[in-house]
């Protein structure tokens, strides 16, 4: 028997430790949450994505009664961003939330389906996605979706 080992790395970073860009693309994802559909869980989440030509896109949660039909922030983003500019890699996503206490305190970090929809976007483009986690405490700094998504299916499987 063999123990295969994956080392995922995560930054963990004080506001004022980020750049003004990245900076900006959070405030972006923070204003998003104010767009926020999410009347049934009263969670609203916004995203800000920085694409290769500059442009910024945002997007936020949509929920609805029948709740598969909702989707995630995150996926509202880059399927917009993709859709906008179909031709610029996504460069960085900046994910923020907030509840009825406010933003909160520690990231959250994107559902499995929204990574795996980060993951076809890196090799969509063939270049990672940084990915910025909000949180009041404290900010995560993830360099691509290989430290959010180990061992992970895509389409290098479909294309033996
Ligand atoms: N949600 C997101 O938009 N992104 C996440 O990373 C986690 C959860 C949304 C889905 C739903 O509208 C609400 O938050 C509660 O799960």
Do not use: W
């Amino acid at each position: 028997m063999e123990e295969i080992k994956i080392e995922i790395r995560i930054r963990s970073l004080h506001y004022d430790e980020l750049n003004e860009e990245d900076r900006r693309l959070i405030e972006q994802a923070k204003e998003a949450t104010q767009r926020s559909y999410a009347p049934y869980s009263r969670f609203s989440v916004g995203a800000a994505a920085l694409l290769a030509n500059g442009e910024t896109v945002s997007g936020s949660n949509q929920e609805n009664a029948a709740s598969p039909s909702g989707l995630c922030a995150e996926r509202t983003t880059l399927f917009y961003a993709n859709s906008r500019y179909p031709d610029q890699a996504v460069k960085t996503l900046a994910i923020a939330a907030r509840n009825a206490s406010g933003f909160i305190s520690t990231p959250i970090s994107p559902c499995g389906a929204c990574r795996q929809v980060l993951l076809e976007t890196e090799q969509r483009y063939g270049s990672p996605i940084r990915i910025l986690l909000y949180g009041t405490k404290e900010i995560y700094l993830i360099n691509g979706i290989k430290d959010l998504l180990p061992l992970s299916f895509g389409e290098e499987f479909l294309s033996l």
